[in-house]
Protein backbone atom coordinates (compact mmCIF):
# COMPACT_ATOMS: atom_id res chain seq x y z
CA UNK A 1 0.00 0.00 0.00
CA UNK A 2 2.68 2.35 -0.19
CA UNK A 3 2.40 4.59 -3.30
CA UNK A 4 2.37 8.27 -4.04
CA UNK A 5 -0.52 10.33 -2.19
CA UNK A 6 -3.23 10.16 -4.84
CA UNK A 7 -6.70 12.31 -4.66
CA UNK A 8 -9.22 9.63 -5.00
CA UNK A 9 -9.12 5.95 -3.84
CA UNK A 10 -11.18 3.92 -4.87
CA UNK A 11 -12.00 0.65 -2.59
CA UNK A 12 -13.49 -2.51 -5.05
CA UNK A 13 -12.77 -4.05 -8.44
CA UNK A 14 -16.39 -4.83 -9.54
CA UNK A 15 -18.16 -2.96 -12.28
CA UNK A 16 -18.95 -0.49 -9.85
CA UNK A 17 -15.22 0.70 -8.57
CA UNK A 18 -13.79 -0.36 -11.61
CA UNK A 19 -16.43 2.06 -13.93
CA UNK A 20 -16.16 4.82 -10.62
CA UNK A 21 -12.40 4.47 -10.89
CA UNK A 22 -12.33 5.12 -14.89
CA UNK A 23 -14.53 8.09 -14.63
CA UNK A 24 -12.24 9.90 -12.10
CA UNK A 25 -9.03 8.94 -13.74
CA UNK A 26 -10.62 9.96 -16.91
CA UNK A 27 -11.61 13.36 -15.88
CA UNK A 28 -7.87 13.96 -14.85
CA UNK A 29 -7.99 13.00 -10.76
CA UNK A 30 -5.17 10.82 -9.73
CA UNK A 31 -6.46 7.22 -8.66
CA UNK A 32 -5.85 4.22 -6.63
CA UNK A 33 -8.20 0.82 -6.99
CA UNK A 34 -7.39 -1.20 -3.82
CA UNK A 35 -9.57 -4.57 -4.10
CA UNK A 36 -9.71 -7.63 -1.61
CA UNK A 37 -10.38 -9.52 -4.41
CA UNK A 38 -9.45 -8.59 -8.57
CA UNK A 39 -12.34 -7.86 -11.00
CA UNK A 40 -12.51 -11.76 -12.46
CA UNK A 41 -13.71 -13.11 -8.71
CA UNK A 42 -16.21 -10.47 -8.04
CA UNK A 43 -19.79 -10.44 -7.99
CA UNK A 44 -19.85 -8.50 -11.38
CA UNK A 45 -17.77 -11.22 -12.94
CA UNK A 46 -20.65 -13.64 -12.08
CA UNK A 47 -23.14 -11.73 -13.99
CA UNK A 48 -25.33 -12.23 -17.07
CA UNK A 49 -25.62 -9.41 -17.95
CA UNK A 50 -27.86 -7.84 -19.79
CA UNK A 51 -28.98 -3.96 -19.02
CA UNK A 52 -32.18 -3.20 -17.36
CA UNK A 53 -33.19 -1.87 -13.87
CA UNK A 54 -34.06 -5.01 -11.88
CA UNK A 55 -34.30 -6.03 -8.43
CA UNK A 56 -34.07 -2.28 -6.94
CA UNK A 57 -36.69 0.14 -5.53
CA UNK A 58 -35.18 3.71 -5.54
CA UNK A 59 -36.62 6.45 -7.35
CA UNK A 60 -32.96 7.19 -8.80
CA UNK A 61 -32.52 4.13 -10.66
CA UNK A 62 -34.54 4.95 -13.70
CA UNK A 63 -31.66 7.85 -14.50
CA UNK A 64 -29.16 6.11 -13.47
CA UNK A 65 -29.36 3.24 -15.90
CA UNK A 66 -30.78 5.52 -18.91
CA UNK A 67 -27.76 7.50 -18.17
CA UNK A 68 -25.58 3.85 -18.21
CA UNK A 69 -27.68 2.65 -21.22
CA UNK A 70 -26.81 5.27 -23.99
CA UNK A 71 -22.78 4.55 -22.84
CA UNK A 72 -23.61 0.79 -23.70
CA UNK A 73 -25.01 1.70 -26.65
CA UNK A 74 -22.06 3.38 -27.43
CA UNK A 75 -19.79 0.68 -26.35
CA UNK A 76 -21.27 -1.79 -28.53
CA UNK A 77 -19.50 -0.38 -31.58
CA UNK A 78 -16.17 -0.13 -29.96
CA UNK A 79 -14.28 -3.93 -30.70
CA UNK A 80 -13.79 -6.21 -27.26
CA UNK A 81 -15.84 -4.82 -24.82
CA UNK A 82 -18.29 -7.72 -24.70
CA UNK A 83 -20.87 -5.22 -25.10
CA UNK A 84 -23.37 -6.13 -27.51
CA UNK A 85 -26.82 -5.64 -28.91
CA UNK A 86 -29.49 -7.99 -29.11
CA UNK A 87 -32.52 -8.29 -29.45
CA UNK A 88 -35.19 -10.05 -27.86
CA UNK A 89 -38.66 -10.28 -25.64
CA UNK A 90 -38.95 -9.78 -22.16
CA UNK A 91 -42.41 -11.29 -21.16
CA UNK A 92 -44.95 -12.41 -18.63
CA UNK A 93 -47.11 -15.09 -17.35
CA UNK A 94 -49.63 -12.33 -16.05
CA UNK A 95 -50.52 -9.19 -17.48
CA UNK A 96 -48.24 -6.83 -17.13
CA UNK A 97 -47.72 -2.65 -18.21
CA UNK A 98 -44.59 -2.17 -19.64
CA UNK A 99 -42.33 -0.15 -17.12
CA UNK A 100 -41.88 3.63 -17.69
CA UNK A 101 -38.15 2.92 -18.97
CA UNK A 102 -39.43 0.85 -21.99
CA UNK A 103 -39.58 4.57 -23.57
CA UNK A 104 -36.24 4.89 -24.03
CA UNK A 105 -35.06 1.48 -25.72
CA UNK A 106 -34.79 0.59 -29.19
CA UNK A 107 -37.16 -0.88 -31.42
CA UNK A 108 -39.51 -1.41 -28.53
CA UNK A 109 -43.11 -3.06 -29.73
CA UNK A 110 -45.63 -4.69 -27.99
CA UNK A 111 -45.60 -8.17 -28.39
CA UNK A 112 -48.40 -10.31 -30.49
CA UNK A 113 -49.74 -13.14 -28.60
CA UNK A 114 -48.15 -15.81 -31.05
CA UNK A 115 -44.69 -14.34 -30.46
CA UNK A 116 -44.38 -15.53 -27.13
CA UNK A 117 -43.29 -18.92 -25.74
CA UNK A 118 -46.23 -20.76 -24.26
CA UNK A 119 -47.75 -19.82 -20.84
CA UNK A 120 -46.74 -16.15 -21.33
CA UNK A 121 -49.42 -13.20 -21.96
CA UNK A 122 -47.61 -10.06 -22.32
CA UNK A 123 -44.76 -9.18 -23.19
CA UNK A 124 -42.74 -6.26 -25.31
CA UNK A 125 -39.60 -6.70 -27.87
CA UNK A 126 -36.86 -4.50 -28.06
CA UNK A 127 -32.98 -4.60 -28.51
CA UNK A 128 -30.86 -3.61 -25.44
CA UNK A 129 -27.19 -4.04 -24.44
CA UNK A 130 -26.28 -7.88 -23.41
CA UNK A 131 -22.72 -7.91 -21.86
CA UNK A 132 -20.22 -10.58 -21.58
CA UNK A 133 -18.67 -9.46 -18.38
CA UNK A 134 -15.16 -11.41 -18.77
CA UNK A 135 -14.57 -9.62 -21.61
CA UNK A 136 -16.22 -6.45 -20.14
CA UNK A 137 -14.54 -6.27 -16.76
CA UNK A 138 -10.85 -6.71 -18.62
CA UNK A 139 -11.90 -4.01 -21.14
CA UNK A 140 -12.21 -1.49 -18.17
CA UNK A 141 -8.86 -2.99 -16.72
CA UNK A 142 -7.32 -2.10 -20.02
CA UNK A 143 -9.15 1.26 -20.18
CA UNK A 144 -7.85 2.45 -16.66
CA UNK A 145 -4.22 0.75 -17.20
CA UNK A 146 -4.27 3.39 -20.20
CA UNK A 147 -4.88 6.13 -17.38
CA UNK A 148 -1.66 4.53 -15.20
CA UNK A 149 -4.32 2.76 -12.56
CA UNK A 150 -3.61 -0.92 -11.50
CA UNK A 151 -5.76 -3.11 -9.19
CA UNK A 152 -3.67 -3.31 -5.65
CA UNK A 153 -4.72 -6.66 -3.62
CA UNK A 154 -5.66 -5.20 -0.48
CA UNK A 155 -8.32 -5.90 1.87
CA UNK A 156 -9.28 -2.86 4.01
CA UNK A 157 -10.05 -3.83 7.49
CA UNK A 158 -12.40 -0.44 7.90
CA UNK A 159 -13.03 2.92 6.44
CA UNK A 160 -10.81 4.54 8.60
CA UNK A 161 -7.47 2.35 7.73
CA UNK A 162 -4.68 4.76 7.60
CA UNK A 163 -3.72 3.19 4.54
CA UNK A 164 -6.66 4.83 2.28
CA UNK A 165 -4.15 7.59 2.34
CA UNK A 166 -6.32 10.87 -0.02
CA UNK A 167 -8.84 13.21 0.50
CA UNK A 168 -11.36 11.13 -1.40
CA UNK A 169 -12.02 7.78 -0.73
CA UNK A 170 -15.00 5.94 -2.94
CA UNK A 171 -16.86 2.78 -1.33
CA UNK A 172 -17.73 0.31 -3.96
CA UNK A 173 -17.50 -2.91 -1.99
CA UNK A 174 -20.04 -4.51 -3.20
CA UNK A 175 -21.75 -6.79 -0.60
CA UNK A 176 -18.26 -6.25 1.63
CA UNK A 177 -19.64 -3.00 2.78
CA UNK A 178 -22.04 -5.35 5.18
CA UNK A 179 -19.21 -5.65 7.13
CA UNK A 180 -16.73 -2.78 5.95
CA UNK A 181 -19.03 -0.02 6.90
CA UNK A 182 -20.76 -1.51 8.51
CA UNK A 183 -24.35 -1.90 6.97
CA UNK A 184 -26.67 -4.64 8.03
CA UNK A 185 -29.55 -3.01 6.05
CA UNK A 186 -27.59 -4.33 3.17
CA UNK A 187 -28.98 -8.11 2.20
CA UNK A 188 -27.17 -10.35 0.37
CA UNK A 189 -29.28 -12.08 -2.69
CA UNK A 190 -27.20 -15.34 -4.10
CA UNK A 191 -27.53 -15.84 -7.97
CA UNK A 192 -26.75 -18.86 -10.05
CA UNK A 193 -26.15 -18.94 -13.89
CA UNK A 194 -25.24 -22.15 -16.48
CA UNK A 195 -23.42 -21.30 -19.61
CA UNK A 196 -23.78 -23.60 -22.00
CA UNK A 197 -22.75 -23.68 -26.00
CA UNK A 198 -25.31 -21.60 -28.64
CA UNK A 199 -27.03 -24.12 -29.96
CA UNK A 200 -28.24 -21.46 -32.53
CA UNK A 201 -29.68 -18.72 -30.41
CA UNK A 202 -29.50 -15.48 -31.46
CA UNK A 203 -32.64 -13.43 -29.71
CA UNK A 204 -32.82 -12.65 -25.67
CA UNK A 205 -35.39 -13.71 -23.63
CA UNK A 206 -36.06 -12.69 -19.92
CA UNK A 207 -39.18 -13.41 -17.86
CA UNK A 208 -40.78 -10.49 -16.17
CA UNK A 209 -40.74 -12.42 -13.11
CA UNK A 210 -41.44 -11.32 -8.87
CA UNK A 211 -40.92 -15.26 -8.34
CA UNK A 212 -37.55 -16.54 -8.00
CA UNK A 213 -38.54 -19.73 -8.49
CA UNK A 214 -40.11 -19.10 -11.96
CA UNK A 215 -37.00 -17.18 -12.91
CA UNK A 216 -35.27 -17.50 -16.00
CA UNK A 217 -33.41 -15.86 -18.53
CA UNK A 218 -31.66 -16.31 -21.97
CA UNK A 219 -28.73 -14.70 -23.46
CA UNK A 220 -26.94 -15.20 -26.28
CA UNK A 221 -23.35 -14.06 -26.35
CA UNK A 222 -21.89 -15.58 -30.05
CA UNK A 223 -20.78 -19.19 -29.42
CA UNK A 224 -22.31 -19.27 -25.78
CA UNK A 225 -25.91 -18.54 -24.12
CA UNK A 226 -25.65 -17.46 -20.50
CA UNK A 227 -29.07 -18.71 -18.70
CA UNK A 228 -30.57 -17.85 -15.41
CA UNK A 229 -31.40 -17.50 -13.09
CA UNK A 230 -32.10 -17.34 -9.40
CA UNK A 231 -32.53 -15.26 -6.19
CA UNK A 232 -31.95 -16.80 -2.79
CA UNK A 233 -32.15 -14.32 -0.31
CA UNK A 234 -30.10 -14.31 2.55
CA UNK A 235 -27.06 -16.92 1.47
CA UNK A 236 -23.81 -16.12 0.36
CA UNK A 237 -21.80 -19.19 -0.22
CA UNK A 238 -20.32 -19.45 -3.52
CA UNK A 239 -20.46 -23.41 -3.96
CA UNK A 240 -22.48 -24.13 -7.10
CA UNK A 241 -25.80 -25.55 -6.04
CA UNK A 242 -26.72 -28.33 -8.64
CA UNK A 243 -30.68 -28.32 -7.70
CA UNK A 244 -30.76 -24.60 -8.41
CA UNK A 245 -28.68 -25.00 -11.79
CA UNK A 246 -30.73 -28.01 -12.94
CA UNK A 247 -34.34 -26.16 -12.41
CA UNK A 248 -32.59 -22.91 -14.29
CA UNK A 249 -31.43 -25.30 -17.29
CA UNK A 250 -34.89 -26.92 -17.01
CA UNK A 251 -37.17 -23.90 -17.02
CA UNK A 252 -34.98 -22.62 -20.25
CA UNK A 253 -35.15 -25.28 -22.02
CA UNK A 254 -39.22 -25.60 -21.36
CA UNK A 255 -39.31 -21.88 -22.76
CA UNK A 256 -36.67 -22.83 -25.98
CA UNK A 257 -36.63 -26.12 -26.61
CA UNK A 258 -33.31 -25.33 -28.30
CA UNK A 259 -31.34 -25.60 -25.13
CA UNK A 260 -32.30 -29.19 -24.85
CA UNK A 261 -29.28 -31.22 -24.43
CA UNK A 262 -27.02 -28.10 -25.15
CA UNK A 263 -23.26 -28.58 -23.98
CA UNK A 264 -23.12 -26.75 -19.97
CA UNK A 265 -19.96 -25.38 -20.36
CA UNK A 266 -19.89 -23.35 -16.85
CA UNK A 267 -22.26 -22.10 -13.77
CA UNK A 268 -21.45 -19.43 -11.92
CA UNK A 269 -22.65 -18.13 -8.86
CA UNK A 270 -22.51 -14.62 -7.65
CA UNK A 271 -24.36 -12.09 -4.30
CA UNK A 272 -25.78 -9.17 -5.22
CA UNK A 273 -26.04 -6.59 -2.94
CA UNK A 274 -29.08 -5.79 -1.88
CA UNK A 275 -30.64 -2.73 -0.20
CA UNK A 276 -33.58 -0.74 -0.54
CA UNK A 277 -32.37 1.98 -1.29
CA UNK A 278 -28.76 2.12 -3.31
CA UNK A 279 -26.41 3.84 -1.08
CA UNK A 280 -24.71 6.85 -3.15
CA UNK A 281 -23.47 9.90 -1.14
CA UNK A 282 -21.12 11.44 0.20
CA UNK A 283 -20.25 11.60 4.04
CA UNK A 284 -17.27 13.22 6.01
CA UNK A 285 -14.51 10.72 7.90
CA UNK A 286 -11.63 11.90 9.41
CA UNK A 287 -10.90 15.03 7.67
CA UNK A 288 -11.80 12.84 4.39
CA UNK A 289 -14.45 13.26 2.51
CA UNK A 290 -15.70 9.23 2.23
CA UNK A 291 -18.67 8.78 -1.01
CA UNK A 292 -20.06 5.68 -0.99
CA UNK A 293 -21.40 3.81 -3.89
CA UNK A 294 -23.11 0.05 -3.55
CA UNK A 295 -26.08 -1.76 -3.18
CA UNK A 296 -26.55 -1.94 -6.51
CA UNK A 297 -29.38 -5.39 -6.18
CA UNK A 298 -29.72 -6.97 -9.14
CA UNK A 299 -28.91 -3.76 -11.28
CA UNK A 300 -25.33 -3.01 -10.86
CA UNK A 301 -23.96 -3.31 -14.31
CA UNK A 302 -26.85 -1.17 -15.79
CA UNK A 303 -26.34 1.29 -13.52
CA UNK A 304 -22.74 1.80 -13.91
CA UNK A 305 -22.23 4.57 -15.41
CA UNK A 306 -25.12 6.45 -14.17
CA UNK A 307 -23.33 5.86 -11.05
CA UNK A 308 -20.05 6.15 -11.65
CA UNK A 309 -20.76 9.72 -13.13
CA UNK A 310 -22.55 10.90 -9.98
CA UNK A 311 -19.83 9.81 -7.60
CA UNK A 312 -17.63 11.74 -9.80
CA UNK A 313 -19.93 14.82 -9.05
CA UNK A 314 -19.67 14.73 -5.64
CA UNK A 315 -15.96 13.93 -5.80
CA UNK A 316 -15.92 17.48 -6.90
CA UNK A 317 -16.20 17.23 -10.77
C1 LIG B 1 -26.24 -14.23 -11.06
C2 LIG B 1 -26.26 -12.74 -11.19
C3 LIG B 1 -26.75 -12.15 -12.35
C4 LIG B 1 -26.77 -10.77 -12.49
N1 LIG B 1 -27.22 -10.23 -13.65
C5 LIG B 1 -27.21 -8.89 -13.81
C6 LIG B 1 -27.65 -8.32 -15.04
O1 LIG B 1 -28.07 -9.01 -15.97
N2 LIG B 1 -27.62 -6.95 -15.15
C7 LIG B 1 -27.17 -6.15 -14.14
O2 LIG B 1 -27.18 -4.93 -14.31
N3 LIG B 1 -26.75 -6.66 -12.97
C8 LIG B 1 -26.77 -8.01 -12.78
N4 LIG B 1 -26.37 -8.55 -11.60
C9 LIG B 1 -26.07 -7.65 -10.46
C10 LIG B 1 -24.65 -7.17 -10.51
O3 LIG B 1 -23.79 -8.26 -10.74
C11 LIG B 1 -24.27 -6.48 -9.19
O4 LIG B 1 -25.21 -5.47 -8.87
C12 LIG B 1 -22.89 -5.85 -9.35
O5 LIG B 1 -21.97 -6.83 -9.75
C13 LIG B 1 -22.40 -5.18 -8.07
O6 LIG B 1 -21.12 -4.69 -8.41
P1 LIG B 1 -20.16 -4.06 -7.34
O7 LIG B 1 -18.96 -3.59 -8.07
O8 LIG B 1 -20.91 -3.09 -6.51
O9 LIG B 1 -19.79 -5.30 -6.36
P2 LIG B 1 -18.80 -6.54 -6.61
O10 LIG B 1 -18.77 -6.96 -8.01
O11 LIG B 1 -19.19 -7.55 -5.57
O12 LIG B 1 -17.36 -5.96 -6.26
C14 LIG B 1 -17.03 -5.61 -4.93
C15 LIG B 1 -15.54 -5.35 -4.85
O13 LIG B 1 -15.23 -4.87 -3.53
C16 LIG B 1 -14.15 -5.62 -3.00
N5 LIG B 1 -14.23 -5.61 -1.53
C17 LIG B 1 -15.24 -6.01 -0.75
N6 LIG B 1 -14.90 -5.85 0.55
C18 LIG B 1 -13.63 -5.35 0.55
C19 LIG B 1 -12.72 -4.98 1.58
N7 LIG B 1 -13.02 -5.10 2.88
N8 LIG B 1 -11.51 -4.50 1.22
C20 LIG B 1 -11.15 -4.38 -0.08
N9 LIG B 1 -11.99 -4.71 -1.09
C21 LIG B 1 -13.21 -5.19 -0.77
C22 LIG B 1 -14.34 -7.00 -3.61
O14 LIG B 1 -13.16 -7.78 -3.49
C23 LIG B 1 -14.68 -6.60 -5.05
O15 LIG B 1 -13.50 -6.28 -5.74
C24 LIG B 1 -26.32 -9.94 -11.43
C25 LIG B 1 -25.81 -10.53 -10.28
C26 LIG B 1 -25.78 -11.90 -10.15
C27 LIG B 1 -25.22 -12.50 -8.90
Known sequence: ????????????????????????????????????????????????????????????????????????????????????LVSGIEASRTPIVPPTWTARVRDFAVCAPEEMPDGFVSGWRSTIPVIDMTLYLAYLGRRLAESGVAVE???????????????????????????????RSLVPIRGHLVVVANPGIEEFFADHEDNPAQMAYILPQGERVVLGGS????????????????????????????????????????????????????TLMGGRRLIHNYGHGGSGVSLSWGCAREVLALAGG
Open 1 to 84: MRKPRADVIVVGAGVSGLTTAVCLAEAGRSVRVVARKGPAETSSAAAGAMWGPYMVSDARVEPWSLESLLVFEGLADVPGTGVA
Open 231 to 282: AERGKTGLTVDRAVTDGILARCQAINPKLTGARVLASRVGIRPNRDRIRLEA
Open 153 to 183: EYRVRSLDDPALDAPVVVNCSGIGARQLVPD
